[in-house]
């Protein structure tokens, strides 16, 4: 079985490998697909299934396939684009938008809503955070979060209000580990790590990708040229994956796909362990000396 951990100071003990709900919708991944993956992956150990509201289809799709195993895994989804693609962050909308999205999964309540990149301004506002309480009180969701990045990801954790936070920590993408994590694990917050294994974005070569959301870490990756980046793409990615999972303060991190065992082969690849310590070092200490400035948390 996969390992388990302790979700900051909830009473959810997660696999440190989820499922990521956004390449069942936007790459339209066919529902006999998605249910073969998702229960092959519910039977192998994992319980944590993380989506969103805007992610075309896939809380149907999620719904579809497990809904009669809800006791069998723990359910997230984000909040804060009631149309799919437009920002809105008062209270009515979002309450709105919850319970659109408990129909969609065929739920009775999930076990944590996250605010969906919300900017820092309107996070000091208040009202998007007072809206995720409210749906707490009414029973929709067990418990609150944050996905984002940067400062916003910092105030979510100061501010004491969120159990979770959801972030970019991989070997592209390293602001975190610093800036965020160590706040994270001073007031027990339960972390999931977004993209942890960079797209695997170094997989396209000399060619820039065709996919506009992997070409930063593309860009990013061309001139860190980790050594491990030129091994066979499976052992690269078993690599980039131990990494994220062993920063200090990650409980899970969320692998996207839409192909059925793809999961499986992630499982496998973490049962080598933690990467060793020297590894880890010879990855921060590159980034140390590559970094830009302007080298941020990506959404």
Known sequence: MIETRKFGKTDMEVSVLGFGGAEIGFEEAPQTDVDKLLNEALDAGLNV???????????EKIGRAVAHRRKDFFLFTKCGHFDGRTPDWTKASLLASIERSLKRLQMEYVDLVQLHSCPLEVLQA??????????????????I???????AALYAVMCNRFDALEISVNVADQEAIDLVLPRARER???????????????RYGN??????YHTVYWERLRQLDYPFTHLPLSEAVAVALRFTLSQPGVHTAIVGTKKPGRWLENAQAL???????????DIRKRWREVAKPDWVGQT
Do not use: F, H, M
Not at 126 to 143: D, H, K, P
């Open 49 to 59: 299934i993380d989506t969103a509201e805007c992610y075309p289809n896939s809380e």
């Open 126 to 143: 208040g009202e998007a955070i007072e809206a995720l309480e409210e749906a707490q009180r009414r029973g929709y969701t067990r418990y």
């Open 145 to 151: 979060g944050y996905s984002g990045d940067g400062q």
């Open 188 to 202: 027990q917050i339960g972390v999931i790590a977004k993209r942890p294994v960079a797209n695997a974005a170094w």
């Open 207 to 212: 060619s820039p990708p065709s996919e506009p």
């Open 271 to 281: 049962k080598a362990g933690p990467l060793p310590p020297p590894e880890i070092e």
